[in-house]
T-cell receptor
Framework: AQSVTQPDIHITVSEGASLELRCNYS??????LFWYVQSPGQGLQLLLK??????LVQGIKGFEAEFKRSQSSFNLRKPSVHWSDAAEYFC????????????FGAGTRLTVKP | KAGVTQTPRYLIKTRGQQVTLSCSPI?????VSWYQQTPGQGLQFLFE???????NKGNFPGRFSGRQFSNSRSEMNVSTLELGDSALYLC?????????????FGNGTRLTVT
């Protein structure tokens, strides 16, 4: 069955430090991969997506992610974190085989220390 | 372009009652998906509507239903509310459906069942 795993429930980084959020997927075909961010009391906002082509994708707010088929990973990175990046981050994969839906990971909550 | 609009933002209901949530998608988006978000279960897919037809359904009881109108606006109904239905309900619109195209989320409706 398709699944998405975000191994880190909560990460704390200092402002200005680099960030990497991990995402692993289990999927039987070439997936479409997404990263979303959710601020408190808000819906989810798309950061970036991978459909095909260049495995390093650039997103909004200075984020990037790299698709590594051999590792079944799609990790999100940012070279220098800002306090406003504190939020919850969700990795997602789609479409699934049985339902044309998008499957989300459990999320990683990012705290930024001043 | 206006984003996805969900109304109301907050709802408090008692057990046994029913509730209707509304979602207006981005103009031109024909797909509307609904998700339930809870701390314990994360983001769970409820159903998707495309051009007034329910195209996909998640693993929720029949108390959860929805519909889509000719202008792509969608409503979700929950009957015979249970305490466990307390959650943030998110609506998302897209051009081709979840998994195949990025989702654009509303800010959600926070439902509290007492």
């Amino acid at each position: 069955a398709q699944s998405v795993t975000q191994p880190d429930i909560h990460i704390t980084v200092s402002e200005g430090a680099s960030l990497e959020l991990r995402c692993n997927y289990s999927y039987g075909a070439t997936p479409y991969l997404f990263w979303y961010v959710q601020s408190p009391g808000q819906g989810l906002q798309l950061l970036l997506k991978y459909f095909s082509g260049d495995t390093l994708v650039q997103g909004i707010k200075g984020f990037e992610a790299e698709f590594k088929r051999s590792q079944s990973s799609f990790n999100l990175r940012k070279p220098s974190v800002h306090w406003s990046d504190a939020a919850e981050y969700f990795c997602a994969v789609g479409p699934t085989v049985h339902n044309n839906d998008m499957r989300f990971g459990a999320g990683t909550r990012l705290t930024v220390k001043p | 372009k206006a984003g996805v609009t969900q109304t109301p933002r907050y709802l408090i209901k008692t057990r046994g009652q029913q509730v209707t949530l509304s979602c207006s998608p981005i103009s031109g988006h024909r797909s509307v998906s609904w998700y339930q978000q809870t701390p314990g279960q994360g983001l769970q897919f409820l159903f998707e509507y495309f051009s007034e037809t329910q195209r996909n359904k998640g693993n929720f009881p029949g108390r959860f239903s929805g519909r889509q109108f000719s202008n792509s606006r969608s409503e979700m109904n929950v009957s015979t509310l249970e305490l466990g239905d307390s959650a943030l309900y998110l609506c998302a619109s897209s051009t081709q459906g979840p998994g195949n195209s990025p989702l654009h989320f509303g800010n959600g409706t926070r439902l509290t069942v007492t």
